[in-house]
């Protein structure tokens, strides 16, 4: 394994822990501190260690229905299903009762997904020891097929939301590293699939900037659109993925992660079309709610850099606002990619905005 490799995977810790502020509370100290020659055992690391602390919580129950044949009445009687079970001479009652039980869709998803890593020949022999372990707390509750889960129905509440986390890492793993073999098993890919590290990546610029820049408002903000008569039927909702402000200045920031960061034609490298069109239609909204008032609203198109030999760093002036195109290098050491977000920060709103 190359050194960038390995500082690419550490960082992935890094951004999961900016978007999960748990995994930089006690007990994950021991991960921090370790470093991982593949994501499989990066993944493996952090759930042990959440499942583990959760573990001593206790795992989270709730009440399902059940409904059978007994000789007893249990909870409410089920007129249809017991008059069938005479007729069929059979002398048992069918009831329906709730009952608490660990048999719930979070604790099936850690399951599954702690079976999927015990399979996998690329976790390490310590890691797989003690999810094993952890394993037998989970002996009534069943596995489910992957593919089923309705992850936008899943709710967090007050007595499950310790699941946050654990339930968010188990997504991003199923969702973006599991592949379907041709005779219907499943493998895990070696890195996470671009669709999913792409919103880790926006959420990680986020978190970054509301955790170490509170002087700096960071909010993922929706933009109206600058309408002459106030009718907005059907138009799309302008949804940013980072939004800056310190007064009368904002800087819109839009996350992208791409293997490939511009377009190509012709051996002519160009910044991607919509997405510049996207930026700049945003800072134009933007800069027409503060009408005449004395304000400065930029873009940003922030790309994770690639190996690729050419890349983006240019800003352009248009109509009155600054747009920029650069990188942000995921494959340096943390300290460094902290380095180049604040220097962003500073550019926009001065070193004034330092905590």
């Known amino acids: 394994m190359t050194k960038d490799k390995s500082i690419f995977i550490k960082n992935i810790y890094y951004m999961l822990s900016y978007a999960f502020t748990t995994l930089k509370q006690d007990g994950y100290e021991s991960v921090a501190a370790e470093e991982f020659d593949n994501l499989h055992n990066l993944f493996a690391a952090i759930l042990a260690k959440g499942i583990g602390r959760q573990l001593k919580q206790g795992l989270y129950r709730e009440y399902l229905n059940h409904k059978e044949h007994i000789a007893v009445v249990r909870g409410r009687i089920d007129m249809r299903g017991t008059m069938q079970n005479h007729l069929a001479g059979k002398r048992a009652l069918t009831c329906e009762y709730d009952e608490l039980s660990e048999n719930n869709l979070l604790n099936q998803i850690l399951k599954t997904t702690m079976m999927i890593l015990l399979r996998h020949a690329k976790v390490d022999t310590e890691y797989k020891t003690d999810l094993k372990k952890e394993m037998l707390f989970f002996s009534r509750v069943d596995t489910i097929e992957p593919t089923s889960i309705h992850w936008p129905a899943i709710r967090f509440q007050r007595n ?12 991003l793993l199923l969702e973006g590293m ?38 700096v408002k960071a909010t993922a903000a929706q933009i109206p659109w600058a309408l002459d008569d106030g009718i907005g039927t059907m138009l799309p909702a302008m949804q940013s993925d980072i939004t800056l402000t310190q007064g009368n200045k904002v800087l819109i920031i839009d996350a992208k992660y791409y293997e490939h960061t511009t377009q190509e034609r012709y051996d002519v490298h160009t910044v991607r079309s919509p997405h510049l069109y996207q930026i700049f239609t945003y800072v134009k909204n933007k800069a027409a709610v503060f009408g005449n008032a004395p304000h400065t609203v930029s873009g940003m198109l922030l790309y994770a850099r690639t190996d690729e030999n050419i890349q983006p760093d240019n800003t352009y002036e248009m109509s009155g606002n600054r747009i920029s195109v650069k990188t942000l290098d995921l494959n340096r050491e943390f300290a460094e990619i902290a380095a180049q977000l604040d220097a962003i920060a500073d550019d926009h709103f001065g070193r004034g905005c330092e905590p």
Request: with cysteine; hydrophobic share 35%.
């Open 160 to 171: 499950n939301n310790t699941y946050r986390m654990l339930v968010s890492l188990c997504q």
């Open 178 to 215: 599991l592949l379907t073999t041709e005779d219907g098993a499943y493998k895990l890919a070696t890195f996470i699939d671009e669709q999913r590290m792409n919103r880790l990546y926006e959420k990680f610029v986020l978190e970054y900037y509301a955790q170490e820049r509170p002087q």
